[in-house]
Protein backbone atom coordinates (compact mmCIF):
# COMPACT_ATOMS: atom_id res chain seq x y z
CA UNK A 1 0.00 0.00 0.00
CA UNK A 2 1.53 3.40 -0.50
CA UNK A 3 0.44 6.61 1.08
CA UNK A 4 -3.16 7.24 0.74
CA UNK A 5 -5.89 9.60 1.85
CA UNK A 6 -7.67 7.46 4.16
CA UNK A 7 -11.16 8.04 6.38
CA UNK A 8 -12.01 4.98 8.41
CA UNK A 9 -14.59 4.69 11.01
CA UNK A 10 -14.70 2.44 13.53
CA UNK A 11 -18.27 1.38 14.48
CA UNK A 12 -16.84 0.02 17.72
CA UNK A 13 -19.98 -1.80 19.70
CA UNK A 14 -22.75 0.45 18.58
CA UNK A 15 -25.68 0.29 15.72
CA UNK A 16 -27.97 -2.37 14.94
CA UNK A 17 -27.45 -4.23 11.28
CA UNK A 18 -30.27 -2.18 10.07
CA UNK A 19 -29.06 1.30 11.42
CA UNK A 20 -25.55 0.02 9.75
CA UNK A 21 -27.08 -1.10 6.14
CA UNK A 22 -28.51 2.76 5.83
CA UNK A 23 -25.01 4.61 6.70
CA UNK A 24 -23.52 2.15 4.59
CA UNK A 25 -25.61 3.03 2.18
CA UNK A 26 -25.51 6.74 2.12
CA UNK A 27 -21.95 6.74 2.91
CA UNK A 28 -21.17 5.27 -0.26
CA UNK A 29 -23.41 7.42 -2.33
CA UNK A 30 -22.18 10.23 -0.62
CA UNK A 31 -18.69 9.98 -1.48
CA UNK A 32 -17.20 13.13 -3.56
CA UNK A 33 -13.89 12.21 -3.89
CA UNK A 34 -12.86 8.98 -5.36
CA UNK A 35 -9.84 9.21 -4.38
CA UNK A 36 -10.34 8.81 -0.68
CA UNK A 37 -10.26 5.17 0.67
CA UNK A 38 -13.38 4.85 2.77
CA UNK A 39 -12.76 1.83 5.66
CA UNK A 40 -15.23 0.53 7.75
CA UNK A 41 -14.44 -0.74 11.32
CA UNK A 42 -17.41 -3.44 11.49
CA UNK A 43 -18.10 -5.73 14.42
CA UNK A 44 -17.82 -9.26 14.05
CA UNK A 45 -21.26 -10.35 13.79
CA UNK A 46 -21.91 -8.12 10.60
CA UNK A 47 -18.54 -8.55 8.71
CA UNK A 48 -19.70 -10.77 5.85
CA UNK A 49 -22.79 -9.01 5.19
CA UNK A 50 -21.00 -5.89 4.67
CA UNK A 51 -18.08 -7.25 2.78
CA UNK A 52 -20.60 -8.72 0.62
CA UNK A 53 -21.98 -5.29 0.14
CA UNK A 54 -18.88 -3.21 -0.64
CA UNK A 55 -17.50 -6.40 -2.10
CA UNK A 56 -17.56 -4.00 -5.97
CA UNK A 57 -16.53 -1.02 -4.24
CA UNK A 58 -12.96 0.16 -5.28
CA UNK A 59 -12.92 2.78 -2.54
CA UNK A 60 -14.93 1.49 0.26
CA UNK A 61 -13.50 -1.63 2.23
CA UNK A 62 -14.72 -3.30 6.03
CA UNK A 63 -11.58 -3.65 8.72
CA UNK A 64 -12.77 -6.34 11.55
CA UNK A 65 -12.05 -4.64 14.99
CA UNK A 66 -9.79 -7.01 16.54
CA UNK A 67 -8.60 -10.86 16.38
CA UNK A 68 -6.76 -13.19 18.50
CA UNK A 69 -3.56 -13.29 19.45
CA UNK A 70 -3.55 -16.98 19.06
CA UNK A 71 -3.99 -19.06 15.73
CA UNK A 72 -7.02 -21.42 17.35
CA UNK A 73 -7.87 -23.68 20.25
CA UNK A 74 -9.83 -23.41 23.74
CA UNK A 75 -10.80 -19.38 23.40
CA UNK A 76 -14.27 -19.34 23.90
CA UNK A 77 -16.09 -16.03 22.30
CA UNK A 78 -12.97 -15.55 20.10
CA UNK A 79 -12.36 -14.85 16.51
CA UNK A 80 -8.72 -15.76 15.02
CA UNK A 81 -7.13 -13.90 12.09
CA UNK A 82 -7.58 -16.95 9.83
CA UNK A 83 -11.40 -17.07 10.27
CA UNK A 84 -11.12 -13.18 9.26
CA UNK A 85 -9.20 -14.50 6.11
CA UNK A 86 -11.64 -17.33 5.39
CA UNK A 87 -14.74 -14.93 5.20
CA UNK A 88 -12.69 -12.56 2.34
CA UNK A 89 -11.81 -9.80 5.18
CA UNK A 90 -8.67 -7.69 4.39
CA UNK A 91 -8.22 -5.59 7.04
CA UNK A 92 -7.87 -5.84 11.07
CA UNK A 93 -7.28 -3.14 13.75
CA UNK A 94 -4.93 -3.97 16.19
CA UNK A 95 -3.57 -2.35 19.55
CA UNK A 96 -6.61 -0.02 19.98
CA UNK A 97 -6.15 2.14 23.53
CA UNK A 98 -9.84 0.36 24.29
CA UNK A 99 -8.76 -3.35 23.43
CA UNK A 100 -5.39 -2.77 25.41
CA UNK A 101 -7.21 -1.09 29.00
CA UNK A 102 -10.01 -3.37 28.79
CA UNK A 103 -8.05 -6.85 27.85
CA UNK A 104 -4.59 -6.00 29.66
CA UNK A 105 -3.64 -5.97 25.87
CA UNK A 106 0.53 -5.78 25.83
CA UNK A 107 2.47 -4.97 23.29
CA UNK A 108 3.41 -8.27 23.16
CA UNK A 109 0.72 -9.57 22.57
CA UNK A 110 -0.14 -7.26 20.47
CA UNK A 111 2.90 -8.20 18.73
CA UNK A 112 0.78 -11.57 18.29
CA UNK A 113 -1.42 -10.72 16.90
CA UNK A 114 0.24 -8.74 14.28
CA UNK A 115 2.41 -11.81 12.85
CA UNK A 116 -1.16 -13.73 12.95
CA UNK A 117 -2.37 -11.23 11.34
CA UNK A 118 0.38 -11.12 8.73
CA UNK A 119 0.35 -14.66 8.50
CA UNK A 120 -2.99 -15.40 7.26
CA UNK A 121 -2.50 -11.97 4.32
CA UNK A 122 -4.29 -9.16 6.36
CA UNK A 123 -3.62 -6.18 6.39
CA UNK A 124 -2.85 -4.26 9.65
CA UNK A 125 -4.42 -1.06 10.99
CA UNK A 126 -2.00 -0.40 14.19
CA UNK A 127 -2.84 1.91 16.77
CA UNK A 128 -0.69 3.69 19.46
CA UNK A 129 -1.41 6.84 21.75
CA UNK A 130 -0.42 7.63 24.62
CA UNK A 131 -2.66 8.50 28.45
CA UNK A 132 -2.80 12.54 29.29
CA UNK A 133 -0.62 11.31 32.23
CA UNK A 134 2.13 10.48 29.69
CA UNK A 135 1.64 13.60 27.41
CA UNK A 136 1.74 15.63 30.98
CA UNK A 137 4.71 14.03 31.75
CA UNK A 138 6.26 15.28 28.37
CA UNK A 139 6.57 11.26 27.93
CA UNK A 140 4.29 10.67 25.11
CA UNK A 141 6.96 10.32 22.23
CA UNK A 142 8.63 7.70 24.20
CA UNK A 143 6.01 6.07 24.59
CA UNK A 144 4.35 5.86 21.51
CA UNK A 145 7.73 5.05 19.81
CA UNK A 146 7.79 1.57 22.58
CA UNK A 147 4.57 0.91 21.25
CA UNK A 148 5.66 0.84 17.67
CA UNK A 149 9.22 -0.86 18.34
CA UNK A 150 7.33 -4.06 20.94
CA UNK A 151 4.71 -4.83 18.28
CA UNK A 152 6.71 -3.87 14.84
CA UNK A 153 10.21 -3.51 14.79
CA UNK A 154 10.26 -7.59 14.55
CA UNK A 155 8.18 -7.72 11.46
CA UNK A 156 10.23 -7.56 7.81
CA UNK A 157 10.99 -4.36 5.94
CA UNK A 158 7.93 -5.66 3.24
CA UNK A 159 5.57 -6.28 5.55
CA UNK A 160 5.24 -2.47 6.09
CA UNK A 161 3.46 -2.63 2.45
CA UNK A 162 0.90 -3.83 4.68
CA UNK A 163 0.47 -1.50 7.49
CA UNK A 164 -1.46 1.72 8.30
CA UNK A 165 -0.91 3.10 11.61
CA UNK A 166 -3.60 4.88 13.85
CA UNK A 167 -1.69 7.34 16.44
CA UNK A 168 -4.96 7.67 18.83
CA UNK A 169 -4.23 9.63 22.32
CA UNK A 170 -6.36 8.25 24.54
CA UNK A 171 -7.40 11.83 25.94
CA UNK A 172 -8.59 12.57 22.73
CA UNK A 173 -11.02 9.46 22.62
CA UNK A 174 -14.58 9.95 22.95
CA UNK A 175 -13.47 12.75 24.87
CA UNK A 176 -14.46 15.57 22.65
CA UNK A 177 -11.16 17.23 22.90
CA UNK A 178 -9.23 16.39 19.83
CA UNK A 179 -5.45 16.99 19.50
CA UNK A 180 -4.50 20.57 17.72
CA UNK A 181 -3.12 19.90 14.81
CA UNK A 182 0.44 20.95 15.57
CA UNK A 183 0.28 18.03 18.64
CA UNK A 184 -1.09 15.62 15.96
CA UNK A 185 1.50 16.54 13.19
CA UNK A 186 4.44 16.61 15.43
CA UNK A 187 3.66 13.14 16.72
CA UNK A 188 3.23 11.81 12.97
CA UNK A 189 6.04 13.06 11.65
CA UNK A 190 8.02 11.69 15.20
CA UNK A 191 6.22 8.22 13.88
CA UNK A 192 7.53 8.41 10.36
CA UNK A 193 10.50 9.65 11.30
CA UNK A 194 11.08 6.49 13.84
CA UNK A 195 10.02 4.44 11.59
CA UNK A 196 12.48 5.63 9.21
CA UNK A 197 15.28 4.02 11.37
CA UNK A 198 13.68 0.48 10.59
CA UNK A 199 12.67 0.81 7.11
CA UNK A 200 14.40 3.79 5.08
CA UNK A 201 12.84 5.69 3.35
CA UNK A 202 9.70 3.56 2.90
CA UNK A 203 8.60 5.58 5.64
CA UNK A 204 7.48 8.07 3.40
CA UNK A 205 5.12 5.86 1.87
CA UNK A 206 3.50 4.54 5.18
CA UNK A 207 -0.01 5.87 5.92
CA UNK A 208 -0.40 7.45 9.35
CA UNK A 209 -3.89 8.24 10.75
CA UNK A 210 -4.90 10.31 13.33
CA UNK A 211 -7.79 9.64 15.76
CA UNK A 212 -9.29 10.94 18.77
CA UNK A 213 -12.89 13.22 18.49
CA UNK A 214 -12.54 13.62 14.46
CA UNK A 215 -15.46 15.78 13.51
CA UNK A 216 -16.24 17.36 10.47
CA UNK A 217 -15.42 20.80 12.02
CA UNK A 218 -11.95 19.55 12.35
CA UNK A 219 -11.08 17.03 9.75
CA UNK A 220 -9.82 19.40 6.95
CA UNK A 221 -7.13 21.33 8.99
CA UNK A 222 -5.96 17.94 10.55
CA UNK A 223 -5.88 16.21 7.37
CA UNK A 224 -3.74 19.02 5.95
CA UNK A 225 -1.16 18.57 8.16
CA UNK A 226 1.93 16.86 6.07
CA UNK A 227 2.50 13.60 7.76
CA UNK A 228 -1.70 12.95 8.85
CA UNK A 229 -2.93 10.80 5.85
CA UNK A 230 -6.53 10.53 7.24
CA UNK A 231 -8.29 9.82 10.49
CA UNK A 232 -9.70 6.88 12.07
CA UNK A 233 -13.18 8.06 13.69
CA UNK A 234 -15.28 6.66 16.49
CA UNK A 235 -18.32 8.38 17.46
CA UNK A 236 -19.07 10.79 13.94
CA UNK A 237 -18.57 7.69 11.87
CA UNK A 238 -22.18 6.59 13.07
CA UNK A 239 -24.20 8.90 11.59
CA UNK A 240 -23.66 9.61 7.59
CA UNK A 241 -24.18 13.59 8.84
CA UNK A 242 -20.82 13.64 10.00
CA UNK A 243 -19.14 11.01 8.57
CA UNK A 244 -19.56 12.25 4.82
CA UNK A 245 -18.46 15.61 5.43
CA UNK A 246 -15.07 13.83 7.16
CA UNK A 247 -14.61 11.56 3.97
CA UNK A 248 -14.88 14.86 2.09
CA UNK A 249 -12.82 16.70 4.25
CA UNK A 250 -8.95 16.21 2.07
CA UNK A 251 -8.30 19.08 -0.01
P1 LIG B 1 -13.70 9.09 18.78
O1 LIG B 1 -13.66 9.61 17.35
O2 LIG B 1 -15.09 8.77 19.24
O3 LIG B 1 -12.95 9.97 19.69
O4 LIG B 1 -12.96 7.67 18.76
C1 LIG B 1 -11.72 7.55 18.17
C2 LIG B 1 -11.36 6.13 18.10
O5 LIG B 1 -11.12 5.50 19.12
C3 LIG B 1 -11.33 5.48 16.78
O6 LIG B 1 -10.76 4.21 16.84
Known amino acids: MSKRKIAAGN ?13 VTTIVKSQRDKSVH ?64 DNNET ?3 IKEKVDLAFANGLKVVFCCGESLKTRKAKKHIAHVKK ?13 FDNIILAYEPIW ?13 QEMHREIRDYLKTKIGTKS ?21 Q ?15 DSFVPIINSFS
Open 204 to 224: KNISILYGGSVKPANAKELFS
Open 38 to 101: TLIGVPFPYLMEFKAKTRYMDKVDVMAQNCHHKASGAHTGEVSASMLASIGIEYVIIGHSERRA
Open 107 to 109: NDI
Open 226 to 240: ADIDGGLVGGASLKA
Open 172 to 184: AIGTGETASPEQA
Open 11 to 23: WKMNLSIQEADKL
Open 147 to 159: QVKESLFHLKKAD
